[in-house]
């Protein structure tokens, strides 16, 4: 499935729900977080819908995956964050992944964060 109709993440890809875009392209789109824990956080996902990364392979997401890595430093300078950046992927429950889409947190930003 590339759009699930449940899925928050996948109805702002898709426009239903509003979002502070900072970047998109074909197969990208990046927005800030709606409760920041540092003074820039920004959610890199992938427009398709992906559950997590257990349903990522080798095989398939290789680019995707390098794509939304390789995009963290550009888009971090681009918001300003010249001082260096957190990236996390929280995967599954114990990874304490809370909305089932990928996505990658990028933070940043003057210290103190209020969280991270
Ligand atoms: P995680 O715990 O890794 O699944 O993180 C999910 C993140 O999505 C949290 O940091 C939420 O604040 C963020 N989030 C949830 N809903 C929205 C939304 N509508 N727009 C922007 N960020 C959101
Ligand atoms: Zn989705």
């Not at 890809?13 to 074909?26: C, H, L, M, T, Y």
């Not at 990208?28 to 992938?46: C, G, K, Q, S, T």
């Not at 427009?47 to 290789?62: C, G």
Request: net charge negative; glycine share 8%.
């Amino acid at each position: 499935m590339s759009h699930d109709p449940h899925c928050i993440f996948c109805k702002i890809v898709a426009g239903q729900i509003p979002s502070r875009k900072v970047f998109e392209d074909e197969e990208l789109l990046v927005f800030h977080d709606i409760h920041p824990w540092a003074p820039v956080h920004l959610l890199i996902i992938p427009k398709r819908h992906i559950a997590t990364l257990y349903d990522t392979s080798p095989e398939q997401h290789q680019a995707l995956l390098g794509r939304m890595l390789a995009l963290a430093p550009q888009l971090a300078l681009e918001q300003g964050v010249t001082n260096g950046f957190r990236t996390l992927i929280n995967t599954g429950a114990d990874g304490m992944q809370e909305v089932q889409h990928l996505h990658m947190h990028v933070f940043g930003g003057p210290r103190p964060w209020a969280r991270g």
